[in-house]
């Protein structure tokens, strides 16, 4: 799918790694309708991209609630959106039992609800469009579960099974869905106990830029899927043949995760 004249609806815009994937897309010549929570944080992110020619749009919605899907969805229509990007995403560190209801209501809403509900209200328009795509940014623990991040995870393999099972029904027509898995990501959605943690673990992260490419490839592409990272997407390829080998080889990290998880 081409990128010049695309006109993208991009989740979590105001993150790292959304600035990243909006000043990737606007540079190939996509406008971009952005969605994020904070109405000045998308201003001032409209203002930077606009500066360099890019045209930009923002709508300010939680896409946790009914309303914040609709008020998105709506935009997304009036702007004529033919490529969504799931971005939005959250996470809170600790073992389950460390983990508050309300944290992991958020996480579930944030991460694998509010991407299925929006792709369900606006997959008409997306149907009706001559080319269209739905990109689902998820994780390489949505393939490897992973000690501290048991919400995170199911969240994670949620959102993948939901686009293989979409990209599975929506293949006789003009949309085409994809995931793209990224490793640990160098941006502030890791708090300090989880970059010590990466430290002590011998886990690399890549700059958002890194993720960026790895959307524009898959939109250009019209991949499947796509992770980010070695040896990690060895480990989940691993993980879906062999778990115990990956089972055995995590038990040996845990106390190292349990220590800063108590952090």
């Known amino acids: 799918m081409q990128l010049e004249g695309a006109r993208v609806l991009l989740t979590g815009a105001t993150g790292g790694i959304g600035l990243a994937i909006a000043e990737r897309l606007a540079a190939h010549g996509a406008s971009l309708l952005l969605t994020a929570r904070g109405e000045d944080s998308l201003q001032r992110a409209a203002a930077t991209l606009a500066a360099r020619g890019a045209t930009v749009e923002v709508v300010a919605a939680d896409l946790g609630t009914a309303a914040g899907i609709e008020r998105v969805a709506l ?3 009036r702007f004529g959106a033919d490529v ?7 996470n809170v560190f600790g073992m389950l039992e460390q983990l508050g209801s309300p944290d992991v ?3 579930l809403r944030t991460n694998l609800e509010g991407p299925v509900q929006l792709v369900h209200r606006l997959l008409p328009q997306l149907l009706s469009r001559r080319r269209a795509m739905i990109v689902n940014v998820g994780s390489s623990f949505g393939s490897i579960g992973f000690a501290g991040f048991a919400v995170y995870c199911a969240s994670k393999f949620g959102l993948r099974g939901f686009t293989e099972a979409l990209r599975r029904e929506l293949a006789d027509g003009p949309v085409r869905a994809c995931y793209v898995a990224p490793r640990a990501v160098e941006t502030s959605f890791n708090p300090p106990e989880v970059v010590r943690m990466n430290a002590d673990l011998g886990n690399r992260a890549d700059p958002p830029e890194a993720v960026a ?3 524009e490839r898959a939109i250009i ?4 899927e796509t992770y980010l990272g070695q040896p990690e997407g060895f480990f989940a390829r691993l993980n879906g043949l062999l778990p115990g080998v990956v089972d055995g080889a995590l038990r040996k990290k845990l106390a190292i995760i349990k220590r800063h998880a108590a952090a």
């Open 75 to 77: 935009a997304a229509e």
């Open 84 to 90: 969504l990007v799931n971005n939005a995403g959250t």
């Open 105 to 107: 209501g958020q996480i």
């Open 213 to 215: 490419a790895a959307v």
């Open 221 to 224: 592409g019209e991949r499947r």
